[in-house]
């Protein structure tokens, strides 16, 4: 009796202190941001701070790079959790060089921007319709691409199911649905936590649908392919123990026709780029040169 009377305490109290760490990220990733100007310079680009007002109010800024020869094309790129758009600078580089105008946004609760806490693409996916609204009222800009790291990669996908415009997109690193990610969490804590993780991710996603609103099982890639014609190329290392190569997997096999999977041995968790940063940017820029028009229907 005193077991069940401890399960049915510390189960409840594990899975809420497991969503708050989930919801938020830490304070470092939240710092003022500087680097913007510096690295406009190194790149002979041109910088503004940009800001959108998100569905529920929250106000998102993003550093938005003009490039010396813009090509007529902008790309939205996204970071992974607890980073900030300094995290994707690198990718931003590349863009530039190549001609894109780029936009780097810190996702809501992370670095400048706002947001009581973070859901993985539930309301990210809006946040991202609004940053394409805004690219494509700049003039100029005539396609549109995106970007993503980790989360990002996820929270791009997911914006399929409501941004059309999109003429293809580049996942590093994605995960399949939030729901799986977060049981492969609990699996990394050991036999034990593997076996409570049903109770502790199904009450953490009941506790947070009851206290913030969002729905976490609506948070699929996976759901969002289903329904999209846009081009995906997905990124993953083999080598990846923080999101799984077989989420890369799935999610090629569950729309092979529209996206292309490309595995790169022995990389970890968002170490595509490093491990060859003039295969990576030329297999990009080349995949996005593929796709000059936009996917002619969903399909719904």
């Known amino acids: ?62 550093w938005l790079f003009t490039p010396a020869r813009p090509n007529g094309a902008a790309a939205i790129v996204l970071h992974g959790v607890a980073d900030t758009r300094k995290g994707v600078l690198e990718h931003a580089r590349f863009l530039l060089e190549s001609g894109y105008t780029v936009l780097t946004p810190d996702s809501r609760g992370h670095g400048a921007s706002a947001g009581a806490v973070i859901t993985y693409g539930v309301l990210e996916a809006a946040d ?26 996820a929270i791009l996908i997911q914006s399929l199911a409501k941004e059309r415009r999109f003429h293809a997109l580049v996942a590093d690193c994605p995960f399949a649905t939030f729901e799986e990610i977060a049981f492969d969490r609990m699996a990394q804590h050991g036999a034990r936590a593997k076996l409570l993780s049903w109770p502790l991710v199904e009450l953490g996603f009941l506790y947070t ?23 995906v190329l997905l990124i993953h290392g083999t080598a990846d123990d923080n999101i799984p190569i077989r989420h890369s997997r799935e ?20 170490e595509c780029y490093g491990r ?17 028009e936009v996917a002619k229907s969903s399909k719904k």
């Open 209 to 231: 649908r009851a206290r913030y609103g969002p729905d976490l099982w609506r948070a699929s890639p996976a759901d969002a392919l289903r329904a999209s014609r846009t081009p």
């Open 128 to 153: 991202v319709h609004r940053w394409a609204d805004l690219l494509m009222e700049r003039p100029g800009i005539v396609r549109l691409y995106g970007v993503g790291q980790s989360m990002g990669a």
């Open 276 to 292: 060859d940063p003039g295969e990576y940017a030329g297999r990009v820029t080349r995949f996005f040169a593929a796709h000059p």
């Open 1 to 62: 009796m005193a077991a069940l009377i401890a399960s049915a305490i510390g189960l409840p109290l594990c899975s809420i202190f497991l969503a708050e760490n989930a919801l938020r990220v830490q304070d470092h990733a939240r710092a003022p941001l500087e680097g913007g100007l510096a690295f406009a310079r190194s790149t002979r680009s041109q910088v503004e701070t940009v800001r959108i007002r998100a569905e529920d109010g929250a106000l998102l800024e993003a």
């Open 251 to 270: 999610l090629h096999s569950v729309d092979p026709a529209d996206t292309e999977l490309w595995e790169v041995a022995g990389a970890g968790h968002v």
